[in-house]
């Protein structure tokens, strides 16, 4: 059972990518749902009311310690709750999960949003995807534990670290399965794998 974090933002559109990859799904919006998923989607949306939700009901903590045994993927938003550092926000309580310094809405506003190629390079597969940028983030500089996913143009838009991943971009506005199947359908080597890290 895979969990979406349903505060804010488009979560459905994240739920009907892992409905059609017959992934069980379920609506999280209390740190006590936590303990019946086995990973979780923290989706994009506006990072603010994000975080001050999130706060509202004590879920930074509990989404620390649920990070230390089980993966998260981030996108767009979930990224930046995800990051260690925000160049351009001090207000927002981020996750410290991914050892990054990003920038929010980085390309501009809504009007600037875009559809970017994208080159990913995992487990020495090479391939690239169309994505949709929508007031992405910017990821600005990374950490020793940061494995470098995916670049559009020179930027970095996908990370991972160990068990964990982060998108600047929106796979499930362009029914983009491939990170979702291959986080949430593979969580069980990927632990192995960051255990043998």
Do not use: W
């Not at 990051?83 to 207000?91: E, F, T, V, W």
């Amino acid at each position: 059972m895979i969990g979406i974090l349903a505060l804010q933002g488009n979560y459905q559109a994240h739920i009907k990518i892992l409905i059609g990859l017959k992934i069980p799904v379920k609506e999280i919006r209390y740190p006590d749902q936590l303990i019946d998923i086995d990973g979780l989607i923290i989706p994009g949306g506006e990072s603010t009311t994000i975080n001050d939700l999130m706060k509202r009901v004590g879920f930074h903590d509990e989404i620390k310690d649920f990070s230390l045994k089980k993966p998260i993927l981030g996108t767009c938003a979930g990224l930046i709750m995800m990051s260690s550092l925000i160049r351009n926000d001090n207000q927002l309580s981020t996750l410290g999960i991914l050892d990054i310094e990003v920038c929010r809405n980085a390309y501009g506003r809504q009007a600037d949003s875009f559809i970017g190629n994208v080159n990913i390079n995992i487990n020495e597969q090479a391939f690239k995807i169309k994505a949709p940028f929508i007031r992405a983030p910017k990821i600005i500089s990374v950490g020793k534990s940061i494995d470098v996913i995916a670049k559009c143009n020179s930027d970095i838009v996908v990370v991972r670290s160990g068990i964990h991943f982060g998108l600047t971009f929106h796979p499930e506005l362009s029914d983009i399965a491939f990170f979702h199947n291959y986080i949430f359908t593979k969580k069980n080597e990927l632990m192995k794998e960051n255990n043998a890290a």
